[in-house]
């Protein structure tokens, strides 16, 4: 079996595909964000959903200035408003680590029966998240990962690995028998240990054909930023046969600099799954012709386990007894091919 195909694997039953809960994402579009936050949410059936013990979910992700985040933020919100049983306490993460962390200070306080937190960074959020824990309010760490596992309960976070993975066997695929190949890769915030391993999945699955990647620009996961890096990569590289961006967000601008360029000879992959991305993918008229999933739905995977830990109740479709310590989203494709089968799934850009 190849690396790439173990890293992806559920190890020690200890992960959980969190699609076993949820199916799907949401808009930040105004008009559209209660509606689709509820169509993204579901009530398990089963003694799981019958209310329960009350409890107070404390809640904090940065500021929605980005379509995935604010889709994570409208799915929880949504998410929590299914259960009787579930006060839903926001609070306000600020513009950068030390704000969040004031905030999680006087969250804790408070004393919710448990948190989930979507970390500003992951390692700098470490120590609030192990003050949390250790005052014993548990925490359910999103997406960015904590440094010590002992900072937090459950972790749910998607499968950067395999979204890397998934990005570069598509590209290995369109361009085997071609070493020489000229592959980009456009990259969120290299500080991130999830950028890290979306880069060393990409890597990994494209050394599986013979090809390797070339020029590289790390974003910040916005889309002034997509649209700067990709700019002087394009500058720099007058040909490139396929280019793969980390996020549907910042590609808003790496689209932007493809096209004030006048380039259009490679083939580009987008990453996270967003509306935008999939009208475009439909049109089939510009370089993006696929992209691969990384789900904002694992919010309210996040508030429904957040609820179970806090109530004391497992997973009812498992043997164990309580919730697993890893919940990992897999990473899907999408092309021109299935678009149809996952444009109401989309949130916007």
Aim: charged letters at 20%.
């Amino acid at each position: 079996m190849s690396n790439f195909s173990r890293r992806r694997m559920l190890l020690g039953g200890s992960a959980v595909g969190a699609g076993l809960l949820l199916s799907a994402c949401t808009s930040n579009d105004t008009g559209d964000d209660d509606k689709q936050a509820e169509d993204q949410t579901k009530v398990a059936a089963g003694k799981n959903a019958e209310p329960g013990k009350k409890v107070t979910i404390g809640f904090s992700a940065p500021a929605a200035d980005h379509g995935w985040i604010a889709a994570i933020t409208n799915n929880a919100k949504a998410q929590a408003g299914k259960y009787s049983d579930v006060t839903f306490n926001a609070v306000a993460a600020g513009k950068d680590v030390p704000e969040q962390r004031a905030a999680l200070e006087t969250l804790i306080q408070q004393k919710p029966d448990i948190i989930v937190l979507l970390p500003h960074d992951g390692a700098q959020m470490t120590a609030t998240g192990r003050k949390a824990m250790d005052a014993g309010i548990p925490v359910i760490n999103l997406d960015r990962e904590f440094s010590d596992p002992l900072a937090y309960r459950t972790l749910v976070k998607g499968d950067n690995y395999g979204m890397g993975v998934a990005a570069g066997k598509l590209i290995g695929t369109r361009l085997k028998g071609n070493p020489n190949a000229v592959i980009a890769e456009i990259a969120g915030m290299d500080e991130l240990p999830l950028t890290q391993d979306r880069s060393k999945g990409f890597r990994d699955a494209l050394a599986v054909f013979g090809l390797k990647v070339g020029p590289r620009q790390a974003a910040r996961f916005t889309v002034q930023s997509g649209q700067e890096v990709t700019a002087n990569l394009l500058q720099a590289a007058p040909k490139i046969d396929a280019l793969w961006n980390h996020d549907d967000d910042q590609g808003v601008g790496v689209l932007a600099a493809i096209k004030q360029a006048n380039r259009s000879e490679f083939y580009m992959v987008g990453g996270a799954g967003s509306l935008d991305a999939m009208e475009i993918i439909k049109a089939d008229n510009q370089p993006l012709k696929a992209t691969v999933t990384y789900s904002p739905t694992m919010a309210s995977s996040a508030i429904a386990l957040a609820r179970l830990v806090a109530q004391g109740k497992g997973m009812e479709d498992l043997v164990e007894l309580q919730v697993p310590k890893l919940v990992i989203l897999q990473s899907e494709t999408i092309t021109k091919e299935n678009v149809d089968q996952y444009m109401p799934l989309g949130f916007r850009s």
